[in-house]
């Protein structure tokens, strides 16, 4: 009878190929999961060492992925949902700025992402290997509890960005309606009253946009990937047809430079190109982190392959061309009662005053519908799904998949996102300085993982805290881990929030763009050399067999 439930403990946990799939983390009491434990009241905790899983390292939704259904085309319309928003459009369209022309600026675009193509497969081959999201495989070079404090800096970022994107979408929905339906933009005017920063209808918009999102993710992962499935090729449809406008309307007038803005030649040109290309691989920092959270659904890695490189080069090379079109189309093509008493720069490089310039009733309110899908799909992605997963790290058998996203929804409330963006030393020291750890972070963890470990991982230690565990380490924290971390950490964040260094090159580039690869690197570097003749790694290798 012990021999039975330590067998079903196996299939349940993961641990064994030829268990039967149990349902994707969020999905509840769906293909008999809920029987299962009701079955066996030890709720699932034995391991085939005879180990006790402990509550403080296993729920649910952290143990390995058994369900291995998100095929190219899911991870395909992943990308597609994280490039394609407002954000995405304004990062690459601002590079317009700085004094690159049409073919840099795609140029630049095109090697940043076919560098995330590569860095984002190494993530993913660990998510699809292990079968763990992202807190828990920083559980092997962080050490048990130690993994909850990388869990926390990506979680921490993932709500405040969380807050600001609901936000910002929630005033571009406003702006958009004002547009069709002038008569509402009195309940916005400044004789309104504010409650805690926002209008009664700004509010009313942020809590819907809220709502929609926090539905969404509540369902769990399976109706993250049906979602996406479906809200990707959807807001490419909007996105061609926003180009194929803006061509046609600017004519013979079309030009890939922009009026008022100085190309570059030389060095200066140079400098910021390169620094185009590593803005290119920090935009998508955050998810090199925790790309794994997804890919550890994937049944190979022949699909991650395929779907990134649909999703990052492939995709990502169409949305340039299309914001290259867009951007330098209505600079050409828009006149300055058009810009409706803006400047031209603040216009060309924001979507929804684009829309707003073209004054077309029809365009706004599919503009309007397209923006709301486009924050919906990055937020889930980028931000929802990975503040989840490390909050419910923090505290597994108190916090599961659902509340740790209802957590995170409900403290991107409490942080007021609107106050937050609008202060630009708050967002520039805040979000800048947690933004510093993530290369450090990737460096540390996929080190360990690829050069110290050589991918081998021994999953079941990552759920009991027996003190001769592979990852247990000192009281489960790897303090190697943490020397490595706080040295590197220091450095990319003098690099990106000293203002010194932010005019230091040639054309007015500074080194912040290079953080993320400084503090990545030097991180790897540090921690490597620290662990290179470790006795735990030693014995790792010895144990465990590809």
Same mark, same amino acid.
């Given at each position: ?14 641990? $064994? ?10 999905? @509840? ?8 434990? #009701?079955?066996?009241?030890? $709720? ?101 509890? @130690? ?15 969380? +807050? ?9 929905v406003l702006v958009l309606l004002f547009s069709v339906w002038p008569e509402l933009a009195a309940l916005e005017g400044p004789e309104v009253p504010h409650i805690l920063g926002l209008t009664p209808i700004g509010w009313t918009a942020f809590l819907v946009l809220w709502a929609v999102q926090l539905l969404v993710i509540r369902r769990g992962m399976e109706t993250v ?6 809200? @990707? ?18 004519? &013979? ?12 030649? +030389? ?39 395929? +779907? ?26 828009? /006149? ?6 803006? &400047? ?23 503009? #309007? ?12 992605v980028a931000n929802f799904v990975s503040a989840s997963y490390d909050l419910a790290n923090v505290a597994p058998h108190r916090i599961d998949f659902r509340r740790g996203g209802l957590i995170s929804a409900v403290l991107a409330i409490v942080i007021l996102p609107w106050n937050l963006f609008s202060s630009p030393i708050v967002i520039v020291y805040f979000l800048g ?13 996929? /080190? ?9 991982? $021994? ?6 805290? &027996? ?24 450095? #990319? ?54």
């Amino acid at each position: 009878m012990r021999q039975n439930s330590l067998r079903r403990a196996e299939d349940i946990m993961g641990l $064994k190929d030829e268990s039967p799939a149990t349902p994707s983390p969020g999905d @509840g009491t769906a293909d008999g999961t809920a029987e299962q434990v #009701a079955e066996f009241p030890e $709720k699932v905790r034995i391991l085939a060492e005879g180990r006790i899983v402990s509550d403080r390292l296993w729920n649910a939704d952290l143990a390995p992925a058994r369900q291995r259904n998100w095929k190219v085309r899911s991870l395909f319309a992943l990308w597609m949902c994280d490039v394609h928003s407002i954000a995405g459009y304004t990062f690459a369209a601002g590079l317009f700025i700085t004094g690159l022309v049409g073919w840099q600026v795609f140029l630049a675009l095109v090697l940043g992402i076919t560098l995330v193509y590569f860095l984002m497969n190494f993530a993913g081959t660990a998510g699809q290997k292990t079968g763990v999201p992202y807190p828990v495989l920083a559980r092997m070079s962080f050490g048990l509890f @130690g993994a909850n404090l990388a869990a926390l800096v990506r979680a921490l970022i993932a709500i405040a960005w969380y +807050g600001i994107q609901t936000w910002l979408a929630s005033e571009a929905v406003l702006v958009l309606l004002f547009s069709v339906w002038p008569e509402l933009a009195a309940l916005e005017g400044p004789e309104v009253p504010h409650i805690l920063g926002l209008t009664p209808i700004g509010w009313t918009a942020f809590l819907v946009l809220w709502a929609v999102q926090l539905l969404v993710i509540r369902r769990g992962m399976e109706t993250v990937r049906k979602f996406q499935d479906w809200a @990707g090729p959807a807001i490419w449809v909007a996105m061609f047809a926003l180009a194929i406008y803006i061509l046609v309307q600017a004519g &013979d007038r079309f030009s890939l430079s922009i009026p008022g803005v100085a190309p570059l030649d +030389g060095p200066a040109a140079l400098a910021q190109f390169l620094a185009a290309i590593a803005l290119t691989v920090t935009y998508f920092s955050a998810l090199l982190l925790n790309f794994c959270d997804f890919s550890r659904f994937s049944p190979d890695r022949r699909t991650i392959v395929r +779907g990134n490189f649909l999703g990052l080069p492939v995709n990502f090379i169409a949305f340039a061309l299309v914001t290259v079109v867009v951007t330098a189309g209505a600079a050409s093509y828009f /006149t300055e009662e058009e810009y409706r008493g803006k &400047d031209m720069f603040a216009v060309i490089t924001d979507p929804v005053a684009i829309v707003q310039a073209i004054n077309d009733p029809f365009i706004t309110i599919i503009a #309007a519908v397209t923006f709301v899908v486009a924050t919906i799909g990055i937020n889930v992605v980028a931000n929802f799904v990975s503040a989840s997963y490390d909050l419910a790290n923090v505290a597994p058998h108190r916090i599961d998949f659902r509340r740790g996203g209802l957590i995170s929804a409900v403290l991107a409330i409490v942080i007021l996102p609107w106050n937050l963006f609008s202060s630009p030393i708050v967002i520039v020291y805040f979000l800048g300085g947690l933004g510093a750890l993530l290369g450090p972070l990737f460096g540390v963890i996929f /080190t360990d993982f690829f050069r110290i470990r050589h991918q081998r991982c $021994k999953v079941s230690d990552l759920y009991h805290e &027996d003190e001769n565990g592979l990852y247990f380490y000192t009281k489960g924290w790897n303090l190697k881990a943490i020397a490595a971390l706080i040295p590197a950490s220091v450095v #990319a964040g003098v690099l990106a929030l000293v203002p010194a260094l932010q005019n230091f090159l040639p054309g007015g580039s500074g080194l912040g763009p290079y953080s993320w690869f400084v503090g990545a690197l030097l991180a790897s570097v540090i921690y490597f050399f620290l662990t290179r003749d470790d006795a735990r790694t030693k014995r790792a290798l010895t144990e465990v067999h590809d």
